[in-house]
């Protein structure tokens, strides 16, 4: 099975890549390839949001029995695992190959990252719309680009390890 993960992600790569050129002196290849893969995962989860909420959920309040869960929360938790798993897959074999971590580790490092950025979305909205009165579009912008440099940072720091790994191959040099 891991050679078909393998497999696909090289096939991804070479088409990252090959965009790359007119960035080469200007963005780092993991940067850019981070960007694209992030940005794609993005678009994803837009598309599959506006689609569960919009036509399976109809916008409706979903009832469980035990509880009910507005239409735009139900259409986040359903589209939430799909991104997830994408995501995922997207830096383990795209972006931070280097990564010498166990996949296991790495997955549940990756849910750590990523229930930060969850954390932080929430945190930053809350504070520069309601206590900032800022233009809550204005704000989800100013939010996603901190998250983006923070889940960046966790990605290659923590999730994965390749920036401590390249920095210590730097200094022996």
Excluded: C
Excluded at 130 to 152: C, D, M, N, Q, R
Excluded at 166 to 172: K, T
């Amino acid at each position: 099975m891991r050679n078909i993960f393998d497999r696909i992600g090289n096939f991804i790569i070479r088409i990252v890549d090959w965009f790359y050129f007119p960035f080469l002196h200007f963005i780092p290849r993991e940067i850019f390839r981070y960007a694209a893969t992030g940005g794609a995962n993005t678009l994803l989860d837009i598309i599959l949001y506006f689609v569960v909420y919009q036509y399976i959920l109809q916008g409706q309040i979903v009832h469980l029995g035990f509880v009910a869960i507005s239409g735009h929360i139900a259409a986040f938790l359903m589209v939430f695992p799909v991104t997830f798993t994408t995501g995922f897959f997207l830096a383990k074999y795209v972006t931070f190959t280097a990564s010498e971590l166990k996949g296991r580790i790495q997955l549940f490092r990756y849910l750590l990252s990523v229930g930060g950025s969850i954390l932080l979305n929430y945190v930053f909205l809350k504070l520069f719309v309601e206590y900032f009165g800022w233009y809550a579009p204005l704000s989800k912008v100013i939010t996603t680009f901190l998250v983006v440099i923070y889940s960046y940072v966790a990605q290659r720091y923590f999730t994965f390890q390749t920036g401590k790994r390249q920095v210590a191959s730097r200094s022996r040099a």
